[in-house]
């Protein structure tokens, strides 16, 4: 019995050391903008890989670009990870232009796809868009000098990598390749491709160790985004912020100028809050917010005093804040074509239901006891100061009242309704035609 315990106790021993000596890849694969909530993902990605006993760490990247806070706290986790980091930038038709130029640049290993490029990260920063061109000049001179430490504690080419921040190089995988020295390790045709290349190949990390791969029946381990990070990163794109923004305004307008629908009032409210969430993930000008504002404002004055001049007034603020609103993040931008049409349709549909809302408020009553003040009605009695009798209102037979004599058949004007009982004047009899 007690053999046959010690024999599984070994058994098991024996099989967890397989295990851990059984080479891990963690690939996670990263396809949006970088902002706070991709950067979540990447590091969440590193610290399971260090946690879990994996060999390396595969991030199959594709961006246009993102904001550069987020790009230094990835690549922060990279820097101190404890496994090696690959970047890998496919499949073809791929890109990491901008932020993704900077991962890439950080990597223990850089491979590109055939087909694929990276570069153009010139930076835009929202504080310094738009003031004056030494803070511009500070935060290009800031970029530039991040790549550069990268690029040289990675030995890759210092001189291009500095031109992608300064002059918004790009370079596509034979141009990164064929430089001296060359921007990235070697190209790969998918990750089954990449890890085989790695097999036996000696990676320096950031603190100077050297760690030599090995890759031969690796276990690949996918990692995906949680759902919570899928929404985040769906609405957070300055496109998709801007439209839930405009989506929401016109609901809100609707439900303002058309009281009790319900439905675009509550679906104008979840736009809004769906739109303030994104810009809360994003950086957001206040200039730009201050200008869509002062558009509707002057919308409603033109409600107001119909001129032309300041609906088209307003028209152009909502279009100059709303460009202002989404240029901040780098390497990403809303068409002006969608803007232009966004608040053009805007501004006119708010224009049209606040007109026909104005106009309906200014017509008279025409139910209930205010639609009859001043409605002609016929007498049916006579009526007196002290006798009061009946009047056909609207094929319907009232008691009435009045200060003057009334003779049956004269026309009378509802002055006032006192509960059950009509106030009217008499109205002069029309001669017989052909009478003087």
Same mark, same amino acid.
């Given at each position: ?75 922060? %986790? ?11 930038? /496919? ?64 030995? %890759? ?11 918004? %190089?790009?370079?596509? *995988? ?18 089954? *491709?990449?890890? %085989? ?123 100059? /804040? ?12 809303? /068409? ?37 003040? /001043? ?62």
């Amino acid at each position: 019995m007690r053999t046959a315990l010690v024999a599984a106790f070994v058994l098991s021993i024996a099989a967890q050391s397989a295990a851990q000596s059984h080479p891990v890849a963690i690939v996670a694969e990263f396809d949006g903008i970088i902002h706070p909530v991709s950067a979540e993902f990447l590091i969440e990605v590193i610290n399971q890989a260090d946690t879990g006993n994996a060999n390396i760490v595969v991030i199959v990247l594709r961006t246009p670009g993102g904001l550069l806070e987020s790009t230094r706290d990835i690549v922060s %986790r990279m820097i101190t990870a404890r496994v090696p980091v690959v970047v890998f930038v /496919g499949p073809a038709g791929g890109r990491a232009a901008s932020a993704g130029f900077i991962l890439t640049l950080a990597a223990d290993v850089a491979v590109m796809a055939p087909g694929t490029h990276i570069g153009a990260a010139h930076p835009i920063s929202p504080a310094a868009q738009g003031t004056n061109d030494i803070a511009s000049q500070k935060a290009v001179a800031d970029a530039a000098a991040f790549v550069r430490s990268l690029a040289e504690a990675r030995g %890759r080419n210092v001189m291009l990598a500095a031109a992608a921040v300064r002059e918004s %190089r790009a370079f596509t *995988d034979r141009e990164a390749l064929a430089s001296i020295p060359p921007l990235i390790d070697f190209t790969a045709t998918s990750v089954d *491709d990449l890890l %085989r290349l790695l097999d036996g190949r000696a990676v320096r990390r950031f603190d100077g160790r050297t760690v030599v791969l090995h890759t031969t029946d690796i276990e690949t381990r996918r990692v995906e985004m949680t759902r919570r990070q899928r929404f985040l990163s769906a609405i957070a794109h300055p496109e998709i912020a801007y439209l839930l923004m405009i989506v929401g305004m016109l609901g809100l307008t609707i439900e303002m100028w058309h009281p009790g629908v319900v439905l675009p009032g509550v679906a104008g409210a979840l736009s809004l809050l769906l739109a303030f969430l994104a810009l809360q993930i994003l950086p957001m000008k206040t200039t730009g917010l201050l200008l869509i504002l002062l558009g509707v404002g002057l919308l409603v004055v033109e409600l107001k005093v119909p001129s032309g001049v300041l609906g088209i007034g307003g028209t152009i603020a909502i279009i100059v /804040g709303s460009v202002a609103l989404t240029d901040t993040v780098p390497g990403v931008s809303v /068409g002006i074509g969608v803007i232009t049409s966004a608040a053009i349709a805007f501004a006119g549909i708010f224009l049209f239901l606040g007109r026909l809302a104005l106009a309906s408020h200014r017509l008279s009553p025409v139910t209930g006891k205010e639609g009859l003040i /001043g409605v002609e009605a016929l007498a049916r009695d006579p009526i007196s100061p002290d006798a009061p009798g009946c009047v056909r209102v609207r094929g319907e037979l009232w008691r009435a009242a009045s200060r003057r004599p009334i003779q049956p058949g004269q026309p009378v004007r509802i002055l006032a309704v006192r509960g059950l009982t009509l106030d009217v004047e008499p109205l002069p009899i029309s001669p017989p035609a052909g009478e003087s």
